[in-house]
């Protein structure tokens, strides 16, 4: 307060600044929220202009809304054809808004967001340690690069910026010569490179032409960069922030990059074995393409679901039983602060490891020599709790909207979460208009991520001046 | 060791007698699972018999199997006509087998489980305080009546006795006067009476007649005295216990009792007006009928989902978004070690009070002036992982084998993992053979209860000699 009031003869716009910096720094996630709202309406009434269109033709807010959320949200799905339906400013609309949407704002919010959030949450025992680092002020040892700390918030950007320019750079180097290869003309090929190779880092899934994929639909080259850039995309920036600093030394590698990979790799490769059983034989997908296509074909879409978002094949085709493994794969996302969405891959290690430790009679959750306090499982069932609960309440909303089949609405509503891009066909151009919004609405909240909401709604962080007495209730 | 020595001098039936305790109290789950186990074999044997059915021919093993493991289980699932095919012994079978696996032999087998369970996964701890109270041993003030003690167990069987005898005769009282004005015969009224009480208390929800409920189907007499018995039978022992203690003194009653209590009320209420709103001006089911009798209706439904399994309507016919919410209702089920499975109210309750206090940034969870210690919270969420993980499972590898549309065979999965019993259909005579297996294999493991073989798979309760070093992976 005291500051405030001595701030009364400084400039307009420097107060006006300062109070904007006390406002993101004291409520980060609503800051979030607010800016990448905004983004939203911005992209909307962008979308919306003539300019925007192939025809001239004012984009309907509906559409508009829908693609605008679907583009800032990195999701993927669609309800216009995104090949003819823009002019080129349109189409710049799209690229500057993925990268926007996918790496630049939501992303190092939501770093800040984590790491301010979890401040706050334990604020008691932060003003008893005095230290911005919320690992430190744990009793116990205490490991370094184990989480980002306010003041990393620099190098961080920069890793963000490195590790953008140039990984997009790699894939589009690697797509260029099969582009041209197809007799596409140099210019139109660099395009439709940089197109792929943005979508894939950012794990947007949309594609910058009509015919898609299906000019590579067999070839393992092309659907192979996609899978890297997809991988790379979803591992997510504190897990390049600690292996740019020491990536020839594995064993200063933090709990959570090691968390991140192995799991990221466990469901790429159980996810790709599982579609491929489940496929064999089905004359209506990859079942009966001769086995190294099959390979192919059910790796890439175990890579894919997890927010990727390309498709080969027309997933509504696909037996129910894949589509549902889809449907885990596609909750479960990626990496912390990465550009896929989900529950997180690290989010599904401490669920599992809480349940491991639980049938051993473990004291507390461990991986890699390491003992994870037991307050993350708390924020881990928060996230997966929130995350079902929107699920579920959209998709019951949906089917009595629609009428459409359970396999059909869950896996869209599912995609839209954890902005995936996916489609059984249930998202098309004839959708219900208000079931349009309400799609949008979900990638929103999926994308604007559960911990930022949890954090967002925490307006009392009340210090707690008593204890309760304990009691154990009998549970399972 | 000393003491088995000694003991080579005694009789050799009492040193079998002896073993045998050894190794029910050293390993509770494990004993548990076997005479569970038993006597799913044993009925399926005395079920195969000519002279359990009504025509002579035995019953092929598939469908003694898969009605047997429905009965023991109080499933209520069905593969052949269970008012017609049984001859009068078979019809005896059944009455006893749902009392026996209802209530007899796992509701005591789980109460000891979870008691002797929570002491072995606590050993070390107890080692150190010498008391045989789990929550004893927990830092804090203790509250009496907070979880049952193995000292109490002869109590427990009293009351087990008791409540049994008094709410199975009550409801046979209030259902008799109602069968005869039917015009039925006084003696053949009498079984009946006896059939739905037993039906309803033991939550398995076999029907004694080919009619089934179509006679009562508009009668709110007839379907809330089911409700009730449903509902009493949902509660659990551990509730019946510490309310026949402590009836008229709220105030004693245990944070485990109010949060069952409260979370089957708040379910029962909110599943019945979703019901009402989502089947609103369907023909197909109470739709179009008046507004009493809707209300009727949808909160029938909502108190059958949770474990009761009795259907006035045909389920197939209901609108995909209801299946749905049914489908959540199931998966919640009842109250622990109860008549009712699913992954039990108060594990809903502990998965939603950490999420409430994460978002408040609160360091405990809370309910009704309690501290509930955050080791609950690894339990249940163990018990939520391993009951989700089951029916992905189960309902990905039926869904391959039979191409079953989704929201069908996730709801009979789902109804046979929490032994509702309820069916959209898929559950028939004519389902192909390996999937009744599968499905009466899902009944065995959601009764048997996650706990219980959570703690059988502990077979190494080591103790820790070292502490790790603390690390905090990012989540959400
Ligand atoms: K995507
Ligand atoms: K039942």
Chains 1, 2 share one sequence.
Request: hydrophobic share 50%; net charge neutral.
């Amino acid at each position: 307060m005291a500051e405030q009031r001595t701030g009364a003869d400084r400039p307009l716009l420097v107060r006006w600044r300062d109070r904007f910096e006390q406002f993101a720094s004291q409520y980060p996630s609503r800051f979030a929220i607010l800016v990448f709202g905004g983004l939203n309406v911005l992209w909307t009434a962008l979308l919306m202009t003539p300019w925007a269109s192939a025809t001239g033709e004012p984009t309907p807010l509906v559409d508009a809304f829908f693609q605008a959320v679907s583009i800032i949200c990195v999701t993927g799905l669609t309800v216009v054809d995104m090949a003819t339906h823009w002019s080129p400013f349109g189409n710049a609309l799209v690229l500057v808004g993925v990268q926007v949407g996918g790496i630049g704002v939501l992303t190092l919010a939501s770093i800040l967001g984590l790491t301010v959030a979890r401040k706050l949450g334990l604020r008691q025992r932060l003003l008893a340690a005095g230290d911005s680092n919320p690992s430190r002020v744990r009793k116990g040892a205490v490991v370094e690069n184990q989480a980002v700390r306010l003041g990393d918030v620099g190098a961080l950007l920069r890793t963000v910026a490195l590790s953008v320019l140039v990984f997009e750079a790699a894939l589009m180097l690697l797509l260029y010569p099969r582009i041209l290869l197809e007799g596409t003309n140099p210019l139109q090929a660099l395009y439709e490179a940089a197109y792929w190779s943005f979508m894939s880092f950012t794990n947007s899934g949309f594609v910058p032409t009509v015919a898609g994929l299906e000019p590579y639909a067999t070839d393992p080259w092309f659907l192979t960069v996609l899978m890297i850039g997809v991988f790379l995309g979803s591992l997510g920036f504190p897990v390049y922030f600690v292996l740019l600093k020491n990536l020839g030394n594995p064993r200063q590698w933090s709990l959570h990059v090691k968390l991140t990979i192995t799991v990221s790799v466990l469901l790429f490769l159980l996810g790709g074995l599982v579609f491929l059983v489940l496929e064999w034989g089905n004359s209506n997908s990859w079942g009966e393409e001769d086995f190294g296509q099959q390979v192919l074909q059910a790796f890439f879409l175990s890579s894919m679901a997890r927010s990727g978002g390309f498709a080969v094949y027309d997933l509504g085709l696909l037996h129910n039983s894949s589509l549902l493994v889809t449907d885990m794969l596609m909750f479960v996302g990626g990496g912390s602060a990465s550009t896929s969405g989900g529950i997180k891959v690290t989010t599904l290690a401490i669920l599992f490891l809480a349940a491991v430790a639980e049938a051993r009679g473990r004291r507390s959750m461990e991986a890699f020599g390491r003992r994870i306090p037991s307050d993350v499982l708390r924020l881990a069932v928060a996230v997966t709790l929130w995350s079902a609960t929107i699920i579920a309440g959209v998709t019951i909303v949906l089917l009595e909207i629609t009428g459409a089949p359970l396999s059909f609405v869950l896996f869209d509503v599912i995609s839209a979460f954890a902005t995936v891009g996916l489609s059984t066909g249930f998202t098309h151009p004839g959708l219900e208009e208000e079931a349009k919004v309400i799609l949008a609405l979900t990638m929103f909240a999926g994308r604007i991520g559960s911990v930022t909401l949890a954090a967002a709604l925490a307006a009392n962080q009340r210090t707690q001046l008593f204890t309760r007495p304990e009691e154990r209730p009998i549970v399972g």
